[in-house]
């Protein structure tokens, strides 16, 4: 039997942020040390260790109205096919459970394959999308847009409060809202390339008049992850050289809490909801 089989499951600490980006970067990830320390300030994150070296975590991230988001689910190639990401999913699962909390995730086709028999319901699909042409730096859209403005609009579409969340993304050096025609999002440095989301707008013209203003002023490789439900808006994106790296499925475990008032264009991201 493996050291790790019978491991103990530990909650971790935000000491534990660079041990964590060392799994997520061995896994090709977008995620920052900054992203970790997210939730290991503002969830619980849980990990298994051998020895001293974190091989395997999965996080918790509690949002409004009883509700949370697992994420981070990771097991270093050493230790896979031993039942660690199952062991973590299901103390997420059962730490939700006692606090009375509705768990959400983005998962990978394979994942969903897990999921679906644990109990987790399909609620929306999502498409990973790159654009690996740089711009032509030019001037950037006007950054007159305001936090709050994102977090009122942001939680019509998600039905949370993401406020503490957004502020953090905003908070980052090289982080930028932007707005146009009723169209605002959130422009922040990933691991290997930046990252567009939240995207709100009033339409899928006004959603794609923004990305073509970011895209025209970024000379970095981006990601943006669509809600695919609106197809002129993944449409226009792939007519305009953006390529679908992946699908990823929204899933739900437990019963629904929060009723959306409108559909978002692009999320914050898999790991973020």
């Known amino acids: 039997m ?20 060392a799994l997520s970067t061995e896994a090709h990830w977008n995620q920052t040390d ?19 070296r974190l091989v ?18 990771l097991v270093s190639g050493t230790h896979r096919r031993r039942g660690l990401a199952t062991r973590l999913v299901d103390t997420c699962l059962e730490t ?5 909390l509705t768990s959400w995730l983005d998962a990978t086709p ?9 109990g987790f319901t399909p609620t929306l699909q999502l498409r990973r999308l790159k654009l690996a042409r740089p711009g032509r730096a030019e001037a950037p859209p006007s950054p007159s847009a305001t936090l709050e403005a994102l977090a009122a609009r942001d939680r ?13 993304f905003a908070q980052r050096a090289g982080s930028r809202i ?54 002129a808006f993944l449409d226009g994106l792939t007519a305009s050289g953006w390529t679908i790296e992946r699908p990823f499925q929204r899933m739900r475990f437990g019963p629904a ?14 790991e973020f909801g």
Do not use: C
């Open 96 to 100: 939700a459970r006692q606090n009375g």
């Open 2 to 21: 493996a050291g790790t089989d019978g491991a103990p499951i530990l909650k971790l600490g935000t000491d534990d942020a660079i041990a964590g980006l």
């Open 34 to 52: 900054e992203d970790w320390r997210i939730f290991l300030r503002e969830g619980i994150v849980f990990g298994i260790r051998d020895h001293m």
């Open 56 to 73: 395997a975590t999965a996080a918790l991230l509690p949002y409004s109205g009883n509700n949370a988001w697992i994420s981070m689910v």
């Open 178 to 231: 932007v707005t146009a025609n009723g169209a605002i999002a959130l422009v922040r440095d990933g691991r290997t390339a930046r990252h567009i989301g939240p995207l709100l707008a009033d339409n899928a013209a006004a959603a794609l008049v923004l990305v073509d203003e970011i895209t025209r002023s970024e000379t970095n490789l981006l990601l943006l992850d669509a809600v695919a439900p609106q197809s």
């Open 110 to 118: 394979d994942g969903a394959a897990v999921y679906g028999p644990l």
């Open 257 to 270: 809490t929060v009723a959306a008032e409108e559909l978002p264009f692009a999320v914050a991201g898999p």
């Open 156 to 168: 019509r579409a998600t039905g949370f409060d993401r406020t503490a969340l957004l502020s953090a």
